[in-house]
């Protein structure tokens, strides 16, 4: 096994990131798995403003330099090239855990390997660090473990509806086993854990054809292109922006609290109503297009987020309709970027 080395003595060592009452924080360091994504490189940027430092793990499976680039030669930050699924040895005081494909396109075009490798031993080798140098670990965990939920909204407790051989399974099933794998070493080997159950989120530095649908809707709109609403278009999703995400991710870190929470914004729209305000925000003559639905496609979807109000003082603050416009600002930027290097 290849094992990628930190050579530097972790100045600030504090097993589970505890600070102690009364005396000043210091920079902590932290390992952000999947730092080079669209959630990763947002909670990098507020880490590094807070004073830590960072080491950002990254195999650019669906991330990208250009989202962490800013902080190249800053010395509190590193990025290293490497997958999950090989060992790795370092010092860190706490570990992000979110390396992992996260877009449909990716997980039905080669979805056994990549994500079960990546979920199972991914996660099981970043809860052996954790265990190892005592950090404290926090999984993002996602809505898809509560499947095509019978319950609405869905609440931690409620343990979901996921066909095992589906389409889908190998990330529901995936994050389900990556969830028990840090239960299991939460409960067996003493190890600090906080589990996030994370529901849609959209933003800035998105992978713009990964084939979810604000990234599609966006990018289609600015395109002059037909918006593909799947289905009838009347299944239901909550969009969160992705600042919010970042703040449940830190106070969650940060808190006394396992969970797991959900971490969403509880604003519920229809597919079609979604692509309505894609149409007020870019344009009003955008054209709608219907397609065939995907297989085992969840009817709705709507975090009860009580749990993370009362237990970390939580709860989102950008409705769609504020956060669609950021996004739009950097996609507006990429989308024509690219078209200026495909004719050049
Ligand atoms: P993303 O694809 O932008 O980021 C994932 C990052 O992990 C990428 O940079 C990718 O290169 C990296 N990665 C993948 N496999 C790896 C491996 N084996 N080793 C090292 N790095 C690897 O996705 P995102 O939206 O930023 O998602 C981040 C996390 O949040 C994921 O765990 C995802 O399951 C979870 N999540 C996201 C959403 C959402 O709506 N964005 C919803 C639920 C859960
Ligand atoms: N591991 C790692 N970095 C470490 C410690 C462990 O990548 O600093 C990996 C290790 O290679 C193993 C996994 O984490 O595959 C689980 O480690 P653990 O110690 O729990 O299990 P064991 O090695 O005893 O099977
Ligand atoms: N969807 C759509 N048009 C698209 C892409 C997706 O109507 O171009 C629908 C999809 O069928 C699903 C919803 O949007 O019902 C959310 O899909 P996404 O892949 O973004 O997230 P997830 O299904 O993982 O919640």
């Not at 330099?65 to 490497?82: D, Q, S, T, Y």
């Not at 570990?95 to 992992?100: Q, S």
Request: aromatic share 8%; hydrophobic share 35%; net charge positive.
């Amino acid at each position: 096994h290849r094992v990628a080395f930190e050579t530097q003595p972790s100045y600030s060592f504090n097993p589970g990131g505890k600070i102690p009452l009364g005396l000043k924080r210091k920079g902590l360091r932290i390992v952000v798995t999947g730092g080079a994504g669209f959630v990763g490189s947002h909670l990098v940027d507020r880490l590094i403003k807070r004073g830590d430092s960072v080491i950002v793990v990254d195999n650019f499976f669906t991330g990208r330099k250009e989202n962490v680039m800013h902080h190249f030669g800053n010395p509190r930050f590193e990025l290293i090239r490497h997958d999950v699924v090989e060992p790795l040895l370092l010092e860190v005081d706490q570990i992000y855990h979110l390396a992992c494909p996260a877009s449909p396109v990716h997980y039905k075009f080669n979805p056994c390997v990549v994500w079960h490798k990546t979920n199972v031993v991914g996660t099981l080798n970043m809860l052996g660090l954790a265990k190892r140098v005592g950090a404290r670990f926090l999984l993002t965990s996602t809505s898809e473990v509560y499947g095509d939920p019978l319950q609405h909204p869905q609440v931690e407790t409620y343990w979901g509806n996921v066909n095992p051989i589906g389409v889908r399974s190998c990330y529901d099933e995936g994050k389900r086993t990556a969830e028990t794998l840090t239960m299991d070493y939460h409960r067996g080997a003493g190890v600090e854990v906080r589990i996030a159950r994370i529901f849609n989120t959209y933003g800035p530095r998105m992978c713009i054809d990964d084939g979810r649908v604000v990234s599609n809707f966006v990018a289609q709109a600015l395109r002059k292109e037909p918006l593909t609403v799947y289905g009838d278009g009347k299944q239901t999703r909550s969009f969160q922006y992705v600042s919010d995400l970042v703040e449940g991710l830190i106070r969650l870190m940060e808190g006394e609290h396992v969970g797991p929470f959900n971490l969403g914004n509880p604003g519920e729209f229809t597919m079609l109503e979604l692509a309505k305000v894609v149409q007020e925000t870019i344009d009003p003559n955008a054209r709608i297009e219907f397609r065939p639905n995907t297989e085992d496609d969840p009817h709705k979807r709507k975090p009860d987020i009580t749990r993370a109000k009362e237990m970390l003082g939580w709860e989102p603050k950008v409705a769609l309709r504020q956060g669609l416009p950021l996004m739009v600002k950097d996609f507006r930027t990429r989308v024509f970027g690219d078209q200026k290097e495909a004719s050049s």
